[in-house]
């Protein structure tokens, strides 16, 4: 009987060699001293303000001035009297480079936002925006696309006119479009694959030289989906189409507060039910969303209606009823949906309202990460609302509730780009929220149907390999439920489920994010693959083989790894 032996060893792919690696750290700290600048400063001039005021002016009406304290040299923007009155650098900025920006920035008083902008031919481009506090330095994180060339001046600007702004290790780094995408795929090797490495043998343990190697992808372990609806139910296509691709899931309206009480005490859970068994059957893990919206345009009108005595009965009634039902059955909660832009409830609850909603959650089901999921944040620069450091302020407010410390939070951005995405922006912005250590998730990407069908592929394309490729990106859902009429903004599909230029973008991705490969091992019996997350067959063929073995296969787990060192896997399949 000839015994086949398949050592595996399994360990850190190697990345290939590029010049300048991308640096995915941020801080939310406030340090007494700042970091030095990322990328030695990149093209800013004197960025460590070691050389006194040399490549720095003023902009606009400030007075500006070079400190020193406890050997750090800053400089200073004072005598302030509008926003942008501060300091600035001039610079030239190169088409269709991305470049990312840092800064280390305190006031003189109290907590402010500052904003970092670099005024350019085309107008005025919002790099980031940091909440500045005084005694302490604050990291400000941003990026931008650049597609022209031309002259910038970079300033900074906070609307409290009457603090100073004081700013440190100041770097500003452009990467080629070559380079920005080597990031992607180095980060995606370490991230989201590892090195396998396959020795075949016989039971004398000599190797079997040029044996035919087949390794077959049978489930992929990063989360990929998109939302569905009630029609998936009655529609065989769609539950084909569907299932054959994705890996997780969210119900479009389904478990929203109201769809399942549309009118006082009358509940109705019968779609999300259904959906709920749908995903089971085809082992699709589920997002619940949401328990409470607050956007008060979607807010039905009983509730809206309620004094704040009745409204805060509803609302612990509609927790415990939507989260006591679907405990241990969801992989997530978004508990409050939108309360960076809305305020429906805290307005008639108080300001600590969202706070509560997560209190009462954690304790119906607080092992089940309990999520914010908001919009802009890495969409759009321009709005305010959503900064990553908006973001992160909310967070922290809930977080510092009573009973709330050890409140197993997440980070969900909705990701709806009504605009072309600008991915220098997306990754800093993710760069700066993954410092708090919490999970981030992509909640409701889409890109609007206002841009036309041939950007709305190529903007998905580009988005989802940004966001796949960030290692600290836990898991992606679109926002494309399928109806009749149409979806919300981005369909995948025609009426007859064939593919859209978008659903084409979402096959291509998940052939390339799968690993299933044929191959020959050399002439000592090894094979190297660098694979994918997730669970695998092998199957190997050899002269040597009797027919009967090439029947059987052998089953392996590709995962992720803590530390460096090699995890060997023996696996022996008998013939």
């Not at 040399?54 to 304290?69: C, D, M």
């Not at 694959?193 to 390794?215: C, F, T």
């Not at 969303?289 to 009965?313: F, R, Y």
Request: with cysteine; glycine share 6%; charged share 20%.
């Amino acid at each position: 009987m000839l015994l086949l032996l398949f050592f595996f060893t399994l360990s850190f792919a190697g990345f290939r060699a590029n010049a300048l690696t991308y640096d995915y750290t941020a801080s939310i700290e406030c340090l007494a001293n700042p970091h030095k600048p990322q990328y030695g400063g990149g093209i800013i001039i004197n960025p460590e303000l070691n050389h006194g005021l040399r490549g720095w002016s003023t902009f606009g009406n400030a007075k500006i001035e070079h400190r020193v304290s406890e050997d750090n040299k800053y400089i200073v923007a004072y005598s302030r009297n509008q926003p942008e009155d501060s300091i600035s650098q001039k610079l030239y900025l190169q088409k269709d480079k991305l470049y990312t920006f840092s800064a280390w920035i305190q006031v003189s008083d109290g907590d402010f936002p500052v904003r970092a902008v670099l005024k350019t031919t085309t107008g005025f481009k919002h790099i980031g925006t940091v909440f500045a506090k005084s005694k302490c330095w604050s990291m400000l994180k941003g990026g931008l696309a650049v597609n022209a060339s031309g002259p910038a001046e970079l300033y900074f600007e906070s609307k409290n006119a009457t603090v100073e702004i004081w700013v440190d290790s100041v770097s500003l780094q452009p990467f080629t479009q070559e380079q920005w995408k080597s990031h992607q795929d180095q980060s995606i090797e370490k991230a989201r694959k590892r090195k396998v490495r396959i020795h075949a043998v016989d039971e004398q343990g000599n190797p079997l030289a040029n044996a035919s190697i087949s390794i077959i992808q049978k489930k992929v372990s990063f989360p990929f989906g998109t939302a569905i609806n009630k029609n998936i139910l009655t529609n065989t296509a769609y539950q084909n189409w569907f299932s054959s691709r994705f890996t997780v899931t969210v119900f479009e309206d389904e478990m929203k507060w109201y769809t399942t009480e549309p009118s006082p005490g009358q509940e109705d859970y019968t779609a999300a039910d259904a959906l709920l068994q749908f995903a089971k059957k085809n082992s699709i893990p589920v997002r619940g969303h949401n328990v409470l919206w607050e956007d008060p345009s979607k807010v039905q009108g009983w509730v809206s209606s309620l004094s704040p005595t009745d409204l805060a009965v509803a609302v612990k009634k509609r927790i415990n009823s939507v989260m006591s039902r679907y405990k241990g059955q969801v992989i997530a909660w978004d508990v409050v949906n939108e309360n960076l832009h809305f305020s429906f409830f805290e307005d008639k609850l108080g300001s600590t309202a969202s706070a509560t909603f997560y209190n009462g959650a954690q304790g119906i089901d607080g092992t089940t990460t309990l999520f914010m999921n908001d919009y802009n944040t890495i969409e759009d620069r321009r709005d305010g609302l959503s900064t990553p450091d908006k973001y992160i302020q909310k967070l922290k407010q809930i977080q510092s509730f009573p009973g709330n410390n050890n409140l197993k939070q997440g980070i969900g951005l909705e990701s709806h780009f009504s605009i072309a995405p600008d991915l220098a922006y997306v990754r800093s912005s993710i760069d700066t929220l993954a410092s708090t250590g919490l999970p981030i998730w992509i909640t409701e990407l889409d890109i609007a149907s206002a841009l036309g069908q041939q950007a709305q592929a190529q903007y998905l394309e580009q988005v989802l390999r940004e966001l796949h490729a960030h290692p600290k990106i836990n898991g992606i859902i679109m926002w494309s439920a399928w109806k009749p009429g149409g979806c919300y903004q981005m369909c995948l599909t025609d009426n007859s489920f064939k593919n859209l230029p978008t659903g084409n973008v979402v096959d291509k991705l998940l052939r390339e994010w799968g690993s299933s490969l044929n191959g020959t091992a050399d002439g000592k019996g090894f094979f190297e693959a660098s694979l994918s997350h997730g669970d695998y067959e092998l199957k190997i063929s050899h002269p040597n083989v009797t027919s009967s073995s090439l029947a059987q296969s052998q089953r392996f787990e590709v995962s992720s790894a803590d530390t460096l060192e090699q995890t060997t896997l023996h696996l022996q399949v008998s013939a």
